[in-house]
């Protein structure tokens, strides 16, 4: 089935029920044994204009539009304990991940190619491996050769801060609009359990002053990008025992200093990746752990939940990388940009945005009038769109919503090692390690599940409905929420 957030699709007028009878038409049949939400209202509309088109600063955009990374700038001046920069793994994803590094005219090349086959891409970023105002020359230049070919892409660039400050008003100038710094201690203390070296003007410093260094810089770069209007977020690693608690911190110092996101993503660490935390045996967080840290910054820097960890060479949706379609060998010598399918995208989101916006809208005052005091989990397969629209058995990766009386939130994404379909049938291990996957939550939504599967599920105590298939997600979510809860208040009242 084609991809449900694909022009095609988009463009075709369409609705749930007629989705529902195509997926019945295609022969998967249900016996098979195949196996901040922030938007529009929340937000003053001058800063909602610059983020209503960017996966990662808007929860809601990342429904309907792109990224890609670009591999430019692969010189670092720091070492972070959970980077190895040799690592080169195509199986892998995670940030400083790479395949293969580009000139900034093979870049060129590489973005023009996926602007006219993707038409939801909407960023563009440099995010590693390196750093890229440290490796500025190859930053500017891939920077000033996009925006010539296509002046309404967003720039974006990921940075560990230290040469940041010297480049602040270049990054004005060429329109950069979002900058990522990652912070992960206000206290250099905790700096140094993290970073054993830094690269500053011409000398390496280690210990607590490599810390007090960058931290210094990080804040100065932070103050400076807020004086300039740039929407600055901020990434920070969870790493349990070393700053955990400490993020409590780092969130209030960056909310002071103007931060627009605080996105805390958890330590990814595998003695196999060669980093020093791997192979020291250093653990990163439980989903438990991250969502409490998460809970507790509320009311702070507003967080970010919806960040997939992206390779350093990620094309497509959060949530999807389509990478390997466009590596280097695979993009024309000569290439010529053409704009019409991006924009005939963006005329069409225009219009499912406004009826996604009723659906909610809709969907709160269903949960109002539930007056339950439940909170409850929900695991969703989506496509994009911001849709029920994936068969189970294909999800690689499952979205989390809490659903409560008071409203619906985002509040994660859980990823599978393997999706229980493997080319049409089912794979009882890649069951068992979904079922690890979806522990703790409520009930699953997707748009198809087969006997099977649905049973032993249930068996572990997960229960799983398809019959919300193709709905918006809030739809789905306070319709499932209203009839388990509802019942409390007509109870209630009678
Ligand atoms: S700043 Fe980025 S590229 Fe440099 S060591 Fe840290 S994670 Fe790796
Ligand atoms: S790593 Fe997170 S912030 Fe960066 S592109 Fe991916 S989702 Fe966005």
Redesign the pocket.
């Known amino acids: 089935m084609a991809n449900f957030v694909s022009l095609d699709n988009l463009i075709n007028p369409t609705n749930a029920d007629a989705m529902r009878a195509a997926l019945k038409s295609s022969g998967c049949s249900s016996t098979s044994s195949c196996g901040s939400s922030a938007g529009a209202g929340d937000l003053p509309p001058e800063v909602w204009d610059r983020i209503k088109d960017h996966?990662?600063y808007s929860e809601e955009a990342h429904h309907y539009f792109a990224?890609m990374?670009v591999a430019v700038a692969p010189a670092c001046n720091i070492q972070c304990h959970y980077c190895n920069r040799k690592y080169d793994c195509a199986n892998e994803s995670r940030?400083g991940v790479v395949s293969e590094k580009l000139t900034p005219e093979q870049a060129l090349r590489k973005v023009i190619t996926v602007a006219n086959k993707v038409p939801q891409l909407s960023v563009l970023?440099i995010?590693g491996p390196g750093d890229a105002c440290y490796d500025w020359k190859k930053t500017e230049e891939t920077f000033s050769l996009v925006s010539r070919e296509i002046p309404d892409i967003k720039l974006c660039i990921?940075t560990n801060g230290l040469a940041l400050p010297e480049h602040v008003d270049e990054l004005a100038d060429m329109n950069v609009e979002h900058v990522?710094i990652t912070i992960n201690m206000v206290d250099p203390a905790i700096g140094a359990r993290i970073y054993p070296w830094i690269f500053h003007e011409h000398k390496r410093f280690t210990g607590l002053e490599a810390s007090q260094r960058l931290h210094e810089r990080q804040m100065q770069g932070l103050e400076m990008l807020t004086a300039a209007g740039i929407l600055t977020?901020i990434?920070s690693v969870m790493i349990p025992g070393i700053n955990d608690e400490h993020l409590k911190v780092v969130n209030a110092e960056v909310k002071k200093r103007g931060a627009f996101l605080h996105?805390i993503m958890p330590l990814i660490s595998d003695p196999a990746h060669g980093t020093h935390f791997g192979l020291t045996g250093q653990r990163g967080p439980r989903h438990a752990e991250l969502k409490a840290l998460q809970d507790a910054c509320a009311g702070g820097a507003n967080l970010?939940r919806?960040?997939?960890?992206?390779r350093a060479d990620?094309v497509g949706l959060?949530g999807e990388d389509r990478g390997q379609e466009f590596t280097l060998d695979q993009v024309a010598e000569k290439v010529a940009y053409d704009p019409s399918q991006r924009q005939a995208y963006r005329a069409v989101v225009a219009r499912e945005r406004a009826d996604h916006g009723a659906a909610k809208q809709d969907a709160r005052i269903v949960l109002g009038a539930t007056d339950s005091d439940a909170s409850i989990l929900v695991a969703v397969a989506t496509k994009g769109g911001g849709r029920i629209n994936q068969h189970f058995g294909h999800a690689k990766e499952f979205q989390i919503y809490e659903a409560s009386s008071r409203g619906i939130v985002f509040v994660g994404h859980r990823k599978v090692a393997d999706a229980y379909c493997q080319g049409g049938f089912g794979e009882d291990a890649s069951l068992d390690s979904v079922i690890v996957t979806l522990e703790g939550l409520d009930i699953v939504l997707c748009s198809k599940i087969g006997d099977c599967p649905k049973g032993q599920l249930e068996n572990a105590g997960i229960r799983v409905s398809d019959e919300w298939a193709y709905e918006y997600i809030e739809s789905a979510i306070s319709a499932h929420y209203a009839r388990e809860h509802g019942a409390v208040l007509q109870a209630r009242s009678a």
Not at 306 to 310: K, V
């Open positions: 996966p990662c990224r990374h940030p970023g995010a990921s990522t977020k990434n996105n970010m919806h960040c997939r960890q992206c990620a959060l």
